[in-house]
């Protein structure tokens, strides 16, 4: 039986801040040389799953550079392949002007569904990150005959709130789904992976969901009181990386001795779009312990414990301690950068500091979501010479000499 993947990657995600100023967050690098996507894309690929539909709204230009016509994930094919969806106006068939949530996205989309003639509804999110065979999940749904079935696997009790969480029977049928409940006996997360029946779920968003706009929320539960909805357990790592938090951990878990996230696994090979670059290069005088460096990175200070991505320099007498920094940044003499998060094309100056001190002030704009140490610096940004940064800073895209102030910024700032 067929299978139509439908990757929803239009989120604007807010809480990666500034990573999301110019892209989605699907579209966000990862672990050096990767898009978050890719897992997603790659995950298909190595499933076998070969015609995937990538939904897009939230600043997509990025995401459509770097998936293109789909070649390194062999999905450039005149039989399937990928193709990227954007969002449109509509004022027929019942859809609202704009789209308006997950389950919008799809319907708005569902003659794509229709013309794929697929049997199977495979639904992603664009921004996870894990390693998963879709095919035993298929068939688990099949052998089933379930009209939609949820990927699902067990959380600790305090992260229960951050899920749509899942109560089932011992025959694996859901008996509830609850969306991020404040309080729940369930351990069952969803991890936004779901199969769906292409005639059920056409049926529905054009009739009784006609009013759904959200999965988790609507249409899911919907389904759950209505049809045969059964919970598939996967076992392996996954990871949510919409917060600053989770992506910083996400990134940091790869420099384990053995990490969770094996990204060098010769049997299931995560694809990107590779750029052409010299080798890592590390100088006669330069300290390296315990990182990630991707090609091109050009080391002549000292790195610990730290993401670099392609063409990343660390000049001479500069010091990078437990930080991700992306593509071309360049962190000039004397400098230091701790527990940060630089993006790409980033100029720290001569002797100026990233992540000082012990004063661990929330930040004031998102004191719920950095408030663990993580400075996070734009793309683009150029922080003058000698500046000092505190801890839980955001540093906004662009910014230049002129926009700071004279000598330091405190912990917990932020400057757009």
């Not at 392609?310 to 437990?322: Q, T």
């Not at 500046?387 to 400057?415: C, K, W, Y």
Request: net charge neutral; proline share 5%; with cysteine.
């Amino acid at each position: 039986m067929s299978t139509l993947a439908l990757i929803l990657a239009g989120g604007a995600g807010p809480d990666l801040h500034v990573l999301t100023a110019n892209r989605s967050d699907a579209a966000v690098p990862f672990g050096g040389k990767y898009r978050v996507i890719d897992f997603a894309l790659s995950n298909c690929v190595n499933s076998n799953i070969f015609n995937v539909s990538v939904l897009t709204q939230y600043m997509p230009r990025s995401l459509n550079e770097h998936i293109r016509a789909g070649k390194p994930w062999d999905l450039d094919r005149d039989d399937g392949g990928v193709r990227l969806l954007h969002p449109y106006q509509a004022t027929t068939d019942g859809l609202g002007t704009w789209e308006q949530g997950s389950s919008d996205a799809i319907r708005f989309n569902l003659d794509v569904v229709r013309e794929s003639r697929a049997e199977h509804i495979l639904v992603l999110a664009g921004n996870h990150i894990y390693k998963m065979n879709y095919q035993p999940m298929v068939e688990f749904h099949q052998a089933r005959r379930a009209d939609v079935t949820v990927g699902v696997l067990a959380v600790p009790a305090h992260q229960t709130q951050r899920f749509g969480m899942v109560t089932a029977d011992a025959d694996g049928r859901i008996t509830r789904f609850e969306e991020k409940p404040r309080r729940t006996r369930s351990i069952l997360a969803s991890m936004g992976i779901y199969i769906f029946n292409a005639e059920a779920l056409n049926d529905v968003l054009l009739g009784t969901g006609q009013s759904h706009r959200q999965l988790g929320r609507e249409t899911v539960p919907w389904f759950v009181k209505h049809k045969r909805v059964f919970a598939y357990e996967f076992e392996g790592y996954w990871a949510n990386v919409s917060t600053i938090p989770a992506y910083y951990a996400a990134n940091m878990g790869l420099l384990a001795d053995i990490p969770a996230l094996d990204l060098s696994d010769p049997r299931w090979v995560i694809h990107t779009q590779s750029e052409q670059r010299p080798p890592v290069l590390v100088g006669a005088e330069a300290q390296v312990n315990g990182n990630l460096l991707c090609d091109g990175a050009l080391i002549e200070g000292k790195v610990v414990r730290s993401v670099l991505g392609p063409g990343v320099y660390v000049a001479p007498g500069a010091e990078v301690h437990d930080s991700i920094i992306m593509n071309d940044t360049v962190v000039g003499p004397g400098a230091v950068v701790d527990r940060a998060i630089l993006d790409k094309h980033v100029t720290i100056g001569e002797g100026a500091v990233v992540g000082h001190g012990s004063d661990n002030t929330p930040n004031s704009s998102s004191p719920g979501i950095l408030n663990t140490g993580i400075t996070v610096v734009g793309k683009r940004a150029s922080i003058p010479a000698g500046m000092v940064v505190g801890r839980n800073v955001i540093l906004g895209p662009h910014a230049r000499a002129e926009d700071f102030p004279a000598g330091q910024i405190a912990s917990g700032t932020t400057l757009r």
